[in-house]
């Protein structure tokens, strides 16, 4: 079984930075895709980010220039660096993993991210 630990959300004025971390523990090694979503009150859950384990990154235009995902594979781990925090960015985010052919799929369980004055 595999578990995701999720940490760093909280509450952060506009304009400020939070750092996600999302730690991938149990029988799973060179995990292929790892990436964050995220669910506003009443809209669906969305992508923001996804890495590769060869590196690529894709992001939500939403999020271009303000955001950036990275990995450490000897930690299992995923990040999200998240600047010039707006309020739109407020949600629940989620770290998510993969395979190439989705022979696995698990989820975090959330944490949350509030952006307000």
């Known amino acids: 079984q595999v578990q995701l630990v999720e940490s760093g959300g909280g509450l952060v004025q506009p304009g400020g930075s939070l750092r996600l971390s999302c730690a991938a523990s149990?029988?799973?090694?060179?995990?292929?895709?790892m990436g964050w979503y995220r669910q506003a009150p009443g809209k669906q859950r969305e992508l923001v980010a996804v890495i590769t384990a060869s590196g690529s990154r894709n992001y939500a235009d939403s999020v271009k220039d303000r955001f950036t995902i990275s990995r450490d594979d000897a930690k299992n781990t995923v990040y999200l660096q998240m600047n010039i925090l707006k309020p739109e960015d407020t949600a629940v985010y989620y770290c998510h993993v993969r395979g190439w052919v989705g022979e696995y799929d698990y989820w975090g369980q959330g944490t949350q991210v509030t952006v307000s004055s």
């Open positions: 149990g029988s799973i090694f060179s995990i292929a895709f």
